[in-house]
């Protein structure tokens, strides 16, 4: 019913910038809450960033004042700007949407991930 497909990951340098893309796609009526998580390996999976529909914003404590979420409505797609990247972000990036489709009132929704690497 509903996809969502990320873009944008790679091998970036420590310090270096990334920016992630998810688009969602479907049979979409409205999209509450959009974010994105990680999980490394042999970790659990965790929250980096989360956005409303009305654009209130949270950050995991790791990632404050370095990654900016934002969305464009318009176009069913939430980014991740990624600055001052360190080894540690290291890890699958996954998007997340809270959807209500013409099928379901509202249903949580998974991208397929992205590998983002930071190393030297």
């Known amino acids: 019913q509903v996809q969502l497909v990320e873009s944008g990951g790679g091998l970036v340098q420590p310090g270096g910038s990334l920016r992630l893309s998810c688009v969602a796609s479907g049979s979409i009526v409205s999209i509450y809450a959009m974010g994105w998580y990680r999980q490394a390996p042999g970790k659990q999976r965790e929250l980096v960033a989360t956005i409303t529909s009305r654009s209130s914003i949270n950050y995991a404590d790791s990632v404050k004042d370095r990654f900016t979420i934002s969305r464009d409505n318009a176009k069913n797609t939430v980014y991740l700007q990624m600055n001052s990247l360190k080894p540690e972000d290291t890890a699958v990036y996954y998007c997340?949407?809270?959807?209500?489709?013409?099928?379901?009132?509202?249903?949580?929704?998974w991208g397929q991930g992205t590998q983002v690497t930071v190393s030297s």
């Open positions: 997340n949407a809270d959807v209500g489709t013409t099928f379901t009132p509202r249903g949580d929704y």
